[in-house]
């Protein structure tokens, strides 16, 4: 019976170790040309990314010239500035400065972020928190879209 015992663990011992020889075969030999039967895609496959990316997709490289007449006459307008709206006057509660460059101000219509361009820098630094304001701000589109717009203000001032 001993002998037997020792015959079952070494072939227990012999199957493992083929097993284990076999599954890391299975995973570092994978053939490029033979895809995995898990239906996962091969990323092994010859040739550039690039050549796989179709003609137009919308992405421009940085410093090309646009051919977007839509872009172009936004910033023509403005010589080379984003597009700004005329002044939006409003009035509102002073919640506080986000951070360096811009603060909340609460209107009816909710919380809103507004930048700090320079020269209103020291006005805003003079008003309490939780004041009455009455400001004057602009919507500038941001550069390559035209749906993503900042409010930057023009004119703040505390109302007693």
Known sequence: MNLS???????????????AVMLTMSACGANANNPSSSGSPNNNETGSPVDQLPDNNGVQEPGAP?????????????????????PISAEGTYTGLIDSNSLEITTDSGAGAYRIPEELRDAVDELPADAKVKFEYTEKTVDGDTSVKQLWLTKI???Q
């Open 5 to 19: 015992n020792k015959k079952r663990k070494k072939a227990a011992t012999a199957g493992a170790l083929l097993l």
């Open 157 to 159: 001032e505390a109302v």
């Open 66 to 86: 646009s051919n977007d007449d839509d872009n172009n006459s936004s910033t023509d307008n403005n010589n080379g500035n984003p597009a700004e709206s005329a």
